[in-house]
């Protein structure tokens, strides 16, 4: 009778333990569970653009934008700055000026400095020259011209001894005469009846050449600035979120269930 009123005591003592455990654990679950809901954001996150959520696509917050106006879909925001009317607004938030972060690669970071964007056209420039060279160079070597009094310009074509000037200047002048047929099409009609002849005519296709070689390279420096921004608006994950203090909880929440407070 003894033992058996023992093993029932110690049984009970058990059952006892468990329970406690038992309901120590629903506590902390629950304590868990209330935690997470105080810290859980209330509003859900939606595009400021198109007023779609995350299930739409990726939202990032680009800027330092509250409520509403924080998160953007990375394709809205780029169509957005392809769009922008304003130029500054390519890079930068039109409503807080923020300017936006990027994880750009080396390349893409040169493409935005405007020395480089000038170095790269004068590039495209001097390739295009040469191209312009070896064109004139064939067509001299199949269409020999037979007059050799043609003014001051075509003569240090024909005649000078240092072949690579030759080249070159066929080139710049292929170039200078389409740049100034495609200006010509830009500016009020103007006459070209009794020009005057000789020395004065080599003048005039000298200023024609350089303003042709200046329309040239500022349309190709235009070609350089947009192709770099088109670069830079198709890398739609490079874009980085920018971090909010506010959004970051006072409380850690760890995976085991505890709690620890931030310092």
Not at 222 to 247: F, G, N, Q, T
Request: glycine share 8%; proline share 3%; net charge neutral.
């Amino acid at each position: 009778m003894r033992t058996s009123a023992e093993t029932r005591s110690t049984l009970g003592d058990v059952y006892a333990h468990s329970m406690a455990q038992a309901e120590a654990r629903q506590y902390l679950t629950r304590l868990y569970e209330s935690i997470l809901e105080r810290s859980a954001p209330t509003e859900e996150k939606v595009c400021r653009i198109c007023s779609g959520t995350a299930a739409d696509g990726r939202l990032i917050s680009p800027c330092r934008c509250k409520g509403s106006m924080k998160y953007v879909h990375v394709e809205c925001l780029n169509q957005w700055r392809k769009v922008a009317t304003n130029r500054d607004n390519f890079f930068q938030c039109q409503t807080c000026k923020y300017k936006y972060k990027f994880k750009r690669t080396w390349f893409a970071g040169l493409l935005t400095n405007p020395v480089i964007v000038g170095l790269c056209t004068v590039l495209v420039l001097l390739l295009l020259i040469v191209l312009c060279g070896f064109f004139g160079l064939m067509l001299g070597y199949f269409f020999p011209s037979e007059e050799e009094d043609v003014g001051f310009l075509w003569f240090l074509i024909a005649g000078h001894r240092w072949a690579w000037y030759d080249f070159l200047l066929r080139g710049v002048t292929i170039v200078g005469l389409s740049g100034f047929a495609q200006l010509i099409f830009c500016i009020p009609r103007f006459g070209v009846e009794n020009q005057p002849r000789g020395g004065r005519v080599d003048v005039m296709v000298l200023i024609i050449i350089v303003a042709g070689l200046i329309k040239v390279f500022a349309e190709l420096y235009s070609s350089v600035r947009e192709w770099s921004e088109y670069y830079l608006a198709h890398a739609e994950s490079l874009i980085l979120d920018v971090p909010d203090d506010d959004d970051d909880p006072s409380i850690s929440l760890h995976r085991d269930g505890s709690v620890s407070a931030k310092q």
